[in-house]
């Protein structure tokens, strides 16, 4: 502390907060009665009181125009997806065309390669045997 710091005074008279204890039906009750009540009735159980969520649940408030709006930008966003995934799919599937008719024309040159070969084959053969 410091030696030129002034003492604390409170400004003003204090008033006490009084605490005010209530029954579950809401009721006030006095402590004078409660001390006067039977064991009986005190020996139900107390309701549970559950406590209030502390984070707020935020409420979106839009108008009728707003809440079209915000419905036919989410459609158009829907569809666009759905249109994106379809060109998409068509793309994989003609990538998956090419490549077959690729193959196939491939095999089909080396079968033809193969039956050029066999025909060279067979007419060397028969010009061996002349």
Not at 56 to 68: A, D
Not at 90 to 99: F, G, Q, S, T
Request: proline share 7%.
């Amino acid at each position: 502390m410091s030696a030129t710091a002034s003492t604390f005074t409170p400004i003003g008279p204090r008033k006490s907060a009084a605490i005010q204890i209530k029954r579950p039906d809401g009721t006030a009750l006095e402590l004078a009665s409660a001390k006067s009540t039977t064991p009986e009735s005190t020996s139900a159980a107390p309701t549970p009181v559950r406590p209030k969520s502390s984070t707020p649940v935020p409420i979106k408030m839009e108008s009728e125009e707003g809440r079209k709006a915000r419905l036919a930008e989410e459609a158009e966003k829907e569809r666009l997806k759905k249109e994106g995934d379809k060109s998409e799919q068509e793309k994989k599937d003609l990538k998956e065309r090419e490549a077959k008719e690729a193959e196939e024309k491939r095999v089909a040159e080396e079968a033809a390669k193969a039956k050029e070969e066999s025909v060279s084959t067979i007419k060397i053969s028969i010009a061996r045997r002349h």
